[in-house]
């Protein structure tokens, strides 16, 4: 039966509650205090100093929200069918982003598993979940997850989760998900009741950074790296993609992000970790992660083909965008294979007003070319769910907090946001609107009819061709005057013609791919 452990250092009691009942914790040193063991299935709750019920920070289910009691959970009692299951190299992968709410009409982690065969045969080598720590209300991105080892219960909970999972290596898919160590989310956070989680002295865009380097740092910084290794040991994952790296605040002489990755990497298997990051960055990767985001062709392509020049897109200005990102790893010393590519993402479709998809933005050339030239390219792929037949549905920013204030916040916020971008408040779907999270769920009945089926085609072909090219710095060849670009890996040309827009693809002089 599992121990139950609490970390409350500045407490003078902690009890634990089962059933109405309460018995004292008993202090062991280090602040950590112990209630013993309780047998998987027990709801439970501490009471620190005589408090309201509160949930364990470290709880690994959350039956009824964020505000109500945790639940034990015997990880070894689920029956794996993955032993001989060994993760491919990140090098050679092509990875799918998905939404668990929305990307099926159950939005569940159930009904994620019968759409697995798709992606294992559109040719994607792993899934990218992003998170499910639990969070308020059931419907939202995750990024404001507050039970962070609590697989949110609306999604299927810790046994729905290890299912799918498993279900992904039954075919050859590894797995990642999506964790966030920067920030909490605002409501149902309670981890400031039991010790110093978050620093006074610093904010994130947020709130409160989390205290990695001050008083009591220790046990925070184990806190996260226990998190990260009960993902990646318990469930199983493969990887874990880090959000928002840039707003992990620490100034140790050695970085969480080095003591995490060095954990990590210690770990049976090969087990690897890709932060958030916008540009290439040669000493985020010294720390020991293995790969990063990289916003920069996809940057180059959107203000190339849309014309937006607003908020961050502002420092770009299209065609030549796109030859520098495609040379700039080669000038930084980074090898290809550690930077993942794309043409849509969560962020770049949700941080928008409307949550238009690329393909509601552009014409069909613009989309082809954008979509050839980011899956041939010598990065690794990154593709978000629905893109590969151009979903007709948005993905808009959606939440479900149920403190009045918090929910008005959010939603005045978010239009708030949007004025660097030039929409005006009255475009913004409001997110706590249940219409707002319905529009976003995709369409699978579309994938037989025009033009989403062509369009995965493409895609299918498209993946199928770039498992056969070499890996390594490609030849880029660029013509700002005439708005040419070549790029060349082996035997494989991709020629573009960035103002008309056309692609051409040859291997040899034979033509792969026309315009």
Same mark, same amino acid.
């Given at each position: 039966?599992?121990?139950?452990?609490?970390?409350?250092?500045?407490?003078?009691? %902690? !009890?634990?509650?089962? /059933?109405?009942?309460?018995?004292?914790?008993?202090? %062991? =040193?280090?602040?950590?205090?112990?209630?013993?063991?309780?047998?998987?299935?027990?709801?439970?709750?501490?009471?620190?100093?005589?408090?309201?019920?509160?949930?364990?920070?470290?709880?690994?289910?959350?039956?009824?929200? %964020?505000?109500?009691?945790?639940? %034990?959970?015997?990880?070894? /009692?689920?029956?794996?069918?993955?032993?001989?299951?060994?993760?491919?190299?990140?090098?050679?992968?092509?990875?799918?982003?998905?939404?668990?709410?929305?990307?099926? $009409?159950?939005?569940?982690?159930?009904?994620?598993?019968?759409? *697995?065969?798709?992606?294992?045969? *559109?040719?994607?080598?792993?899934?990218?979940?992003?998170?499910?720590?639990?969070?308020?209300?059931?419907?939202?991105?995750?990024?404001?997850?507050?039970?962070?080892? /609590? @697989?949110?219960?609306?999604?299927?909970? @810790?046994?729905?989760?290890?299912?799918?999972?498993? +279900?992904?290596? #039954?075919?050859?898919?590894?797995?990642?998900?999506?964790?966030?160590?920067?920030?909490?989310?605002?409501?149902?956070?309670?981890?400031?009741?039991?010790?110093?989680?978050?620093?006074?002295? #610093?904010?994130?865009?947020?709130?409160?950074?989390?205290?990695?380097?001050?008083?009591?740092?220790?046990?925070?910084?184990?806190?996260?790296?226990?998190?990260?290794?009960?993902?990646?040991?318990?469930?199983?994952?493969?990887?874990?993609?880090?959000?928002?790296?840039?707003?992990?605040?620490?100034?140790?002489?050695? @970085?969480? *992000?080095?003591?995490?990755?060095?954990?990590?990497?210690?770990?049976?298997?090969?087990?690897?970790?890709?932060?958030?990051?916008?540009?290439?960055?040669?000493?985020?990767?010294?720390?020991?992660?293995?790969?990063?985001?990289?916003?920069?062709?996809?940057?180059?392509?959107?203000?190339?083909?849309?014309?937006?020049?607003? =908020?961050?897109?502002? $420092?770009?200005?299209?065609?030549?965008?796109?030859?520098?990102?495609?040379? +700039?790893?080669?000038?930084?010393?980074?090898?290809?294979?550690?930077?993942?590519?794309?043409?849509?993402?969560?962020?770049?479709?949700?941080?928008?007003?409307?949550? &238009?998809?690329?393909?509601?933005?552009?014409?069909?050339?613009? *989309?082809?070319?954008?979509?050839?030239?980011?899956?041939?390219?010598?990065?690794?792929?990154?593709?978000?769910?629905? &893109? +590969?037949?151009?979903?007709?549905?948005?993905?808009?920013?959606?939440?479900?907090?149920?403190?009045?204030?918090?929910?008005?916040?959010?939603?005045?916020?978010?239009?708030? +946001?949007?004025?660097?971008?030039?929409?005006?408040? !009255?475009?913004? @779907?409001?997110?706590?609107?249940?219409?707002?999270?319905?529009?976003?769920?995709?369409?699978?009945? !579309?994938?037989? #009819?025009?033009?989403?089926?062509?369009?995965?085609?493409?895609? #299918?072909?498209?993946?199928?061709?770039?498992?056969?090219? $070499?890996?390594?710095?490609?030849?880029?060849e660029f013509d700002e005057a005439g708005g040419r670009l070549r790029m060349t890996r082996g035997s494989l040309c991709v020629d573009c013609d960035l103002r008309t827009p056309a692609v051409h693809v040859t291997r040899d002089g034979q033509t792969l791919l026309g315009a």
């Open positions: 039966m599992p121990e139950i452990r609490v970390w409350a250092p500045a407490a003078g009691s %902690v !009890e634990v509650e089962v /059933a109405s009942s309460r018995r004292s914790l008993a202090p %062991v =040193g280090g602040g950590w205090w112990s209630a013993g063991v309780l047998a998987a299935g027990t709801d439970y709750a501490f009471r620190v100093d005589g408090s309201e019920p509160l949930p364990d920070p470290r709880s690994a289910h959350q039956p009824e929200g %964020v505000h109500g009691p945790s639940r %034990v959970v015997d990880h070894a /009692a689920f029956a794996w069918t993955d032993g001989a299951w060994a993760a491919p190299p990140l090098a050679g992968a092509v990875i799918y982003e998905l939404h668990i709410g929305t990307f099926t $009409p159950g939005g569940t982690f159930e009904s994620a598993v019968d759409r *697995l065969d798709h992606l294992a045969g *559109l040719g994607v080598t792993a899934v990218e979940i992003m998170p499910v720590a639990a969070f308020s209300g059931r419907r939202g991105w995750g990024y404001d997850g507050v039970d962070l080892y /609590a @697989p949110h219960h609306d999604y299927g909970g @810790p046994g729905g989760l290890k299912r799918l999972v498993d +279900e992904c290596h #039954r075919r050859g898919l590894g797995a990642i998900l999506d964790v966030v160590y920067n920030h909490l989310g605002p409501e149902g956070n309670h981890l400031q009741r039991f010790g110093p989680y978050f620093s006074d002295r #610093r904010r994130t865009p947020w709130g409160q950074a989390v205290n990695f380097d001050g008083p009591g740092s220790r046990e925070v910084r184990r806190f996260v790296i226990d998190n990260a290794l009960m993902w990646l040991r318990d469930y199983h994952f493969d990887g874990l993609r880090l959000d928002a790296v840039h707003a992990i605040v620490d100034n140790s002489p050695t @970085p969480v *992000l080095a003591e995490l990755a060095a954990m990590v990497h210690a770990l049976p298997g090969s087990r690897f970790l890709i932060a958030e990051q916008p540009q290439p960055d040669p000493g985020l990767l010294a720390l020991g992660m293995d790969a990063q985001w990289d916003d920069e062709l996809h940057h180059g392509l959107h203000v190339l083909f849309t014309g937006e020049r607003d =908020g961050y897109y502002a $420092p770009y200005t299209g065609a030549g965008d796109i030859a520098r990102a495609l040379r +700039e790893p080669a000038e930084l010393g980074i090898p290809y294979s550690r930077l993942l590519t794309y043409t849509q993402t969560h962020d770049q479709i949700g941080n928008r007003a409307l949550g &238009e998809r690329l393909a509601h933005l552009v014409g069909p050339a613009a *989309l082809r070319l954008a979509t050839v030239l980011t899956l041939l390219s010598p990065f690794v792929p990154m593709l978000f769910m629905g &893109e +590969e037949w151009a979903a007709s549905s948005p993905f808009q920013f959606f939440s479900d907090h149920r403190d009045h204030g918090i929910a008005r916040a959010t939603s005045e916020g978010r239009m708030n +946001e949007f004025k660097a971008f030039g929409w005006r408040a !009255e475009q913004v @779907p409001d997110p706590q609107a249940v219409a707002t999270f319905e529009r976003s769920r995709l369409d699978w009945s !579309e994938l037989g #009819r025009e033009p989403h089926s062509s369009v995965l085609d493409l895609y #299918r072909e498209l993946l199928a061709l770039r498992r056969g090219l $070499p890996p390594g710095t490609p030849q880029i």
